[in-house]
């Protein structure tokens, strides 16, 4: 045994301390102190040494929007991270411009966005459908290859449209919305 206090003892004396008292089962109440003592030294030791071999945990990412209006069509352009704690962040002004807007539909643009998970392509999903419920358009505006191969391998431009640039995205809302007007009429010259 050894004559050294538990705090003064490195980890290694301490689990050969605790080998040597699980091996003895002393029956006196001293020794099954200094056996609780040596337990909770060495608990906290690998605790303390577990802890600060971690990596520290990365800021969180917060995800900018603005809405703006190109050829008075919404564009609500996000910058940063799509991500499983930010994708939420998604619906709240997707929503509000999809109800405010009298127009054909959205255009979101993608084009400061460096990282898209499969959590806000999910969020983009649920713009498009609440879109179709409410008769407009969601279509997308990626330039970031990253992003955009993202949306590719969700198939994802098979059921949203998905476009390079903002004013490529307002003149595919419009023509859509043009083409589908014109769809409706009949055709009284015949």
Same mark, same amino acid.
């Given at each position: 045994?050894?004559? *050294?206090?538990?705090?003064?003892?490195?980890?290694?004396?301490? $689990?050969? #301390?605790? /080998?040597?008292?699980?091996?003895?089962?002393?029956?006196?109440? +001293?020794? $099954?102190?200094?056996?609780?003592?040596?337990?909770? #030294?060495?608990?906290?030791?690998?605790?303390?040494?577990?802890?600060?071999?971690?990596?520290?945990?990365?800021?969180?990412?917060?995800?900018?929007?603005?809405?703006? &209006? !190109?050829? =008075?069509?919404?564009?609500?352009?996000?910058?940063?991270?799509?991500? @499983? +704690?930010?994708?939420?962040? @998604?619906?709240?002004? @997707? &929503?509000?411009?999809?109800? *405010?807007?009298?127009?054909? =539909?959205?255009?979101?643009?993608?084009? /400061?966005?460096?990282? %898209?998970?499969?959590? =806000?392509? +999910?969020? %983009?999903?649920?713009?498009?459908?609440?879109?179709?419920?409410?008769? *407009?358009? !969601?279509?997308?505006?990626?330039?970031?290859?990253?992003?955009? *191969?993202?949306?590719? @391998?969700?198939?994802?431009?098979?059921?949203?449209? !998905?476009?390079?640039?903002?004013? #490529?995205?307002?003149?595919? %809302?419009?023509?859509?919305?043009?083409?589908? $007007? =014109?769809?409706? &009429?009949?055709?009284?010259? /015949?």
């Amino acid at each position: 045994m050894n004559d *050294k206090e538990p705090w003064e003892m490195s980890v290694a004396e301490l $689990r050969g #301390e605790q /080998q040597a008292l699980r091996a003895l089962r002393s029956r006196t109440y +001293a020794e $099954r102190v200094r056996l609780i003592l040596i337990q909770d #030294e060495l608990a906290d030791r690998v605790a303390s040494t577990h802890l600060s071999t971690r990596r520290p945990m990365p800021p969180i990412q917060h995800l900018s929007v603005q809405v703006r &209006r !190109v050829d =008075g069509v919404p564009v609500i352009a996000f910058a940063g991270e799509i991500d @499983l +704690a930010t994708a939420p962040e @998604l619906d709240p002004p @997707l &929503r509000a411009e999809l109800l *405010k807007t009298w127009g054909p =539909g959205i255009v979101v643009d993608l084009d /400061q966005v460096h990282f %898209l998970s499969s959590a =806000g392509v +999910a969020h %983009l999903i649920d713009a498009g459908i609440w879109a179709a419920d409410m008769a *407009k358009s !969601v279509v997308i505006s990626v330039s970031a290859q990253v992003v955009a *191969k993202v949306l590719r @391998l969700a198939n994802f431009d098979s059921a949203v449209s !998905v476009c390079a640039s903002v004013a #490529e995205a307002v003149a595919k %809302l419009r023509a859509d919305t043009a083409a589908h $007007r =014109g769809e409706g &009429r009949i055709d009284h010259t /015949q």
